[in-house]
């Protein structure tokens, strides 16, 4: 039946009308809240470029992380920031290790929390790139990726072994989610499930992280490792490359610029699909806000909803805690 015996807007009349025939709910269940921790007490160091995100000692992590379980927000991800950074990234791992320590207090502070650890070497190398520095035949500097995949494992073994709920590498290196599996699996750690970042994409809209992880590479770009914009088709090869190697989770990154990627690993895979509004999604919207040109909560939740309805279960964003308020 067309206009006039079918009319679009009658289900649109009422508020409860419209919530009848919504298709897409978001929920605090679907988010996950990243945190910045670093050494030291009582610290709260507020992030310039992400408003009301800070780097955060370990204590006021486990407070911090308290509001979000508070909320109802399941997960948080944790990013590291070391006192001392070496090309390999060493300080990344093991007992020592400011996220290995963070990872102990927030499982013991709050059990039923989520904890995923970001595994990658970018926070921990002092030449910023997301592995070890070799020497290509040309001449110039390059990630070397068989020696990194051996950096990652030890890394996401450590904090498995410090008590991860998940491990997630954003490395991009080939063959990582089939290193760390491998070496989970040895460890007798064959139940930790890993969220791997699969299609990452080499994207200006990472800026306001490298501040906030102080983690931007020293020279180059991270290109060779991490993908071209352009390619779609080459983003589910390397979705279809970590569900084969057994990650439980696969991540399309950024969201709101790939949401047609999103829809594509939902309908190609039928798996378990996260998405990360990164932090330039997050500033752009702040910055419009705090100008008083858009009305944050509106847009936020209105982004949100999209990286759902375009196919997400699960959505990684500086938003988490604030959205968990906005829909209670
Ligand atoms: C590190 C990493 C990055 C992000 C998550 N993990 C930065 C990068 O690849 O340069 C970006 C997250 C964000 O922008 O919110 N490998």
Known sequence: ????????????????????????????????????????????????????????SIDCLVARAGESVALGVPAVILFGIPEVKDPLGRSGSGPESVVYRAIQALKSAH???????????????????????????????????????????????????????????SDMMDGRVAAIRGGLDAGGLSEIPIMAYSAKFASSFYGPFRDAAESPPQFGDRKTYQMDPANAEEALREVGLDIEEGADIVMVKPALPYLDLIHQVRERFGYPLAAYNVSGEFAMIKAAAQAGWLDERAAALEGLLSIKRAGADLILTYWANDAARWLA
């Open 1 to 56: 039946m067309n206009f006039p015996g079918y009319r679009m807007r009658r289900m649109r009349r009422t508020p409860a009308l419209r919530a009848m025939i919504r298709e897409t709910k978001l929920s605090p269940e679907d988010l996950i809240m990243p945190y910045f921790v670093r050494e030291g007490e009582g610290i709260e160091r507020p992030i310039a470029s992400m408003p009301g995100n800070s780097q955060l």
């Open 111 to 169: 059990p039923e929390l989520v904890v995923i650890a970001d595994v990658c070497l970018c926070e921990y190398t002092d030449h910023g790139h997301c592995g070890a520095i070799t020497e290509r035949r040309d001449g110039q500097p390059d990630v070397d990726n068989d020696v990194t995949l051996d950096l990652l494992t030890e890394m996401a073994v450590s904090y498995a072994e410090a008590g991860a709920d998940i491990v997630a590498p």
